[in-house]
């Protein structure tokens, strides 16, 4: 039934029944790609289908929300001849002017980090470094922690951070999908707490359920919002109290804040997001590579937010399945990606591809 240990399948299965005896007919919906990885790889989308519940994923994949033009200003960056340290994820993700990959191909010296920590070692032996920072509130901090204990001269970040929580406004605003629940990330809700997914319930809003990434997390989170739906309530419930605290990590949020600034920028897959994104303080200007390299990134292409024949975009607002692309594993693939989507492990499009039948 699913790769389990023998105790946690016993339990999947009274969960299991449980749902089954609700008589339920729900569309939840994730924002985080841990999360899409632990329901596929497990079998728990079509257990959870099997009793009426079917669970979508949101933009909850960092490199997939970030956009085609900041893409290019990476690789921008890497042709002028600055040393360029990214997350491997990032190394695939085409544009219609190439990717880092291809840079690197080229002779740019784009190098794979695992950490910011990584890039400011290596910082060491380079003339110019920029590091490009991607990731939600969960990895935010680490940037903001290395931005403020004094960084050398010649490192600068290029700031792609996005805060969930406006994506989650957006996705109410257009309307374009039934949502009768929400799973909240339990990594994002570790920084952030409880506190800023409240507006998203309430009588105008819908159940809500922090869960952590474990198959019986996934199937308790699940079972409670099914509950709320229910019993009428709208409310914010901590399936994951193990690590998130409802007032989050008080630290880290202060760090964000002496390091970061809010700022509206666009999504992939959606418009321009009033304050969803963090970019770098003008106090510490002097790392903005935005700022520090101005002259080079004004000559950045032009270029076309969406490739032809990727649909992105509309499986990070939760339109369409992955197996809903025409593209999908046919001229699209995590060898041959069309989109960030099959790039990253994150992405919808590379978890189903790995774990299709």
């Known amino acids: 039934m699913m790769d389990l240990r023998y105790r946690d399948e016993g339990m999947a299965v009274k969960i299991i029944d449980k749902l089954k005896g609700m008589d339920l007919d729900l569309r939840f919906m994730h924002v985080c790609g841990t999360h899409q990885d632990t329901l596929v790889k497990f079998g728990l989308e079509k257990m959870l ?139 994002v809700a570790t920084i952030i707490g409880l506190e800023p997914f409240a507006p998203f319930s309430g009588p105008q809003g819908v159940p809500q359920v922090v869960t952590g990434f474990e198959p019986l997390d996934l199937l308790m989170g699940v079972y409670m919002l099914a509950k709320q739906v229910k019993e009428g309530r709208s409310v914010v419930e901590n399936e994951y109290p193990r690590v998130v605290r409802p007032e989050g990590n008080p630290k880290a949020r202060d760090m964000l804040a002496r390091a970061f600034k809010e700022e509206d920028r666009a999504w992939r897959g959606f418009p321009v997001l009033p304050l969803s994104s963090l970019e770098v303080r003008d106090e510490l200007s002097e790392h903005n590579a935005r700022l520090v390299y101005e002259n080079v990134l004004k000559d950045a292409p032009q270029v076309k937010e969406d490739m032809g024949g990727c649909r992105c975009g509309e499986m990070l607002r939760g339109i369409i399945r992955s197996e809903q692309c025409p593209a999908f594993a046919r001229g699209c693939s995590p060898k041959r990606p069309m989109g960030p989507c099959m790039v990253s492990r994150e992405g919808s499009c590379n978890i189903s591809y790995r774990y299709r039948e």
């Open 49 to 187: 289908s099997d009793v009426g519940i079917t669970i979508g994923q949101g933009p909850g994949c960092p490199v997939c929300v970030t956009t085609t033009k900041e893409v290019v200003e990476a690789i921008t960056l890497a042709r002028s001849g600055v040393t360029l340290t990214v997350f491997g994820d990032m190394m695939a993700v085409p544009t219609p002017i190439g990717s880092l990959a291809d840079m690197r191909a080229e002779g740019a010296d784009v190098r794979v980090v695992y950490s910011v920590e990584d890039a400011l070692l290596m910082s060491k032996d380079v003339e110019r470094m920029v590091f490009m920072a991607i990731g939600f509130e969960t990895t935010s901090p680490s940037t903001a922690y290395a931005l403020l204990h004094s960084p050398p001269e010649n490192f600068s970040v290029l700031s792609c951070h996005r805060l969930l929580p406006p994506a989650l406004r957006a996705l109410f605003a257009m309307g374009e999908v039934r949502i009768d629940g929400l799973i909240q990330p339990g990594h």
